[in-house]
């Protein structure tokens, strides 16, 4: 079994920063794309950056500028640095991978979701 464990969300002012983790454990062979989803209240699920895994990135334009992603394969772990955060901004940030689990399967997998406020 694949797990996704986010964390670093919080509480944050406007213009603010923070750096979200995602750790990937268990039966893993390799990891390709990774990347980084929000859900705010009332709206779908968007894509918010995505990297491959030789470290091509592409991000949203909401957050071009101000996000970035990064992702350290030995320790099977990708990154999100949020800067100059806005209320906007607020939402549940999930956790992407496509991760091959076996010789012939792959799928993408799903973290639990980190909770980032940013109010004043």
């Known amino acids: 079994q694949v797990r996704l464990v986010e964390s670093g969300g919080g509480l944050v002012q406007p213009g603010g920063s923070l750096r979200l983790s995602c750790a990937a454990s268990?039966?893993?062979?390799?990891?390709?794309?990774m990347g980084w989803y929000r859900q705010a209240p009332g709206k779908q699920r968007e894509l918010v950056t995505s990297?491959?895994?030789?470290?091509?990135?592409t991000y949203a334009d909401s957050v071009k500028g101000r996000f970035t992603i990064s992702r350290d394969n030995a320790k099977r772990t990708v990154y999100l640095e949020m800067n100059s955060l806005k209320p906007e901004d607020t939402a549940v940030y999930y956790c992407?991978?496509?991760?091959?689990?076996?010789?012939?399967?792959?799928?993408?997998?799903w973290g639990q979701g980190t909770q980032v406020t940013v109010s004043s």
């Open positions: 992407n991978a496509d991760v091959t689990t076996s010789r012939w399967i792959s799928r993408g997998y």
């Open positions: 268990g039966t893993i062979f390799s990891i390709n794309a």
């Open positions: 990297t491959t895994s030789g470290g091509i990135a």
